[in-house]
């Protein structure tokens, strides 16, 4: 006796949206720059300090004033409203601010928009998380416009440090010569930099007009070489104790109060991830 078998071939139709997410709606991210409206919209909650510079030169998240200013002007064509031009200048915040304290900052991300040039003579300090009666600060963000004269904006050497858990300090910077990571910059353009630190890994990196461009991330990943926001400290942009006529802790006289314009200062207690750097990069470009 002999049997037949039927064999059903059925089609399925595969389903495109297996776990029910909700319709994208094109429209909806219109006119974004990486799905952002503006860079406010870059991780706000971590998002501990801000300067915008537009008529104001107070830290907005505090509500800090500075306590000392020298030579400085605010300017049009700023990467967002307005910008703050130094001529051989600086902005001091000489009170602790909550955010910079040892238990609020372990991992962070310093980001700024500066229009500067070499000098040939001097180095450039632009940002500096200080730690009073001392040159170095926690955090130092560091410009070593001495290196090459104003006629060079295709190379400048971007050196930002910080201090250990240990009491030393552990830095990166960009690379040089024969293999050049460097932003153009300029007097007129504006160029973003902007460093990350994660407690978690100890990797430090250098980022430069949205690429990342620091030759020595990971010299701080020994459990000695931590970060660590000692206090008390202070703030300043533009310079650092030595530059301060009246104020100087040291016979070092390689800075100068900086010459060139600052915008857009943003602190955060996080290492931004690499997509959100670029993002905040894109929206710079376009004034958002």
């Given at each position: 006796m002999s049997s037949v078998v039927f064999i059903v071939l059925a089609s399925c139709k595969k389903d495109?949206?297996?776990?029910?997410?909700?319709?994208?709606?094109?429209?909806?991210?219109?006119?974004?720059i990486d799905g952002f409206n503006s860079s406010d919209e870059i991780y706000p909650e971590n998002q501990v300090a801000y300067w915008s510079f537009d008529d104001t030169k107070n830290e907005l998240k505090s509500g800090k004033v500075p306590t000392?200013?020298?030579?400085?002007?605010?300017?049009?064509?700023?990467?967002?409203?307005?910008?703050?031009?130094?001529?051989?200048?600086?902005?001091?915040y000489a009170t602790q601010f909550n955010a910079f304290?040892?238990?609020?900052?372990?991992?962070?991300?310093?980001?700024?928009?500066?229009?500067?040039?070499?000098n040939g003579s001097k180095k450039t300090q632009i940002f500096q998380i200080s730690r009073p009666g001392m040159l170095n600060g926690n955090i130092d963000f560091i410009l070593e416009t001495n290196l090459f004269?104003?006629?060079?904006?295709?190379?400048?050497?971007i050196h930002p440090y910080f201090t250990t858990v240990g009491g030393g300090r552990q830095d990166n910077v960009n690379a040089f010569g024969a293999q050049n990571l460097s932003p153009q910059f300029g007097a007129t353009k504006w160029t973003?930099?902007?460093?990350?630190?994660?407690?978690?890994?100890?990797?430090?990196?250098?980022?430069?007009?949205g690429v990342k461009i620091g030759n020595y991330p990971n010299r701080g990943t020994?459990?000695?070489?931590?970060?660590?926001?000692?206090?008390?400290?202070?703030?300043?942009?533009?310079?650092?104790?030595?530059t301060i006529p009246?104020?100087?802790?040291?016979?070092?006289?390689?800075?100068?109060?900086?010459?060139?314009?600052?915008?857009?200062?943003?602190?955060?207690?996080?290492?931004?991830?690499?997509?959100?750097?670029?993002?905040?990069?894109?929206?710079?470009?376009?004034?958002?």
């Open positions: 495109g949206n297996p776990n029910n997410l909700p319709p994208v709606d094109p429209a909806d991210y219109a006119g974004t000392l200013t020298a030579n400085d002007a605010f300017v049009t064509g700023g990467v967002r409203g307005k910008a703050i031009k130094l001529t051989a200048g600086y902005l001091q304290k040892t238990d609020s900052l372990k991992s962070f991300t310093v980001s700024m928009w500066v229009q500067v040039l070499n004269p104003a006629s060079n904006t295709a190379y400048v050497r973003h930099l902007l460093i990350t630190y994660d407690r978690s890994t100890g990797i430090f990196n250098l980022w430069g007009d020994a459990a000695n070489n931590l970060f660590n926001s000692w206090e008390p400290n202070e703030v300043i942009i533009g310079g650092n104790y030595n009246g104020q100087s802790v040291s016979g070092d006289t390689s800075f100068d109060a900086m010459t060139g314009s600052i915008d857009e200062i943003r602190v955060y207690n996080i290492p931004l991830p690499d997509a959100f750097i670029k993002a905040l990069y894109n929206l710079g470009l376009v004034n958002k």
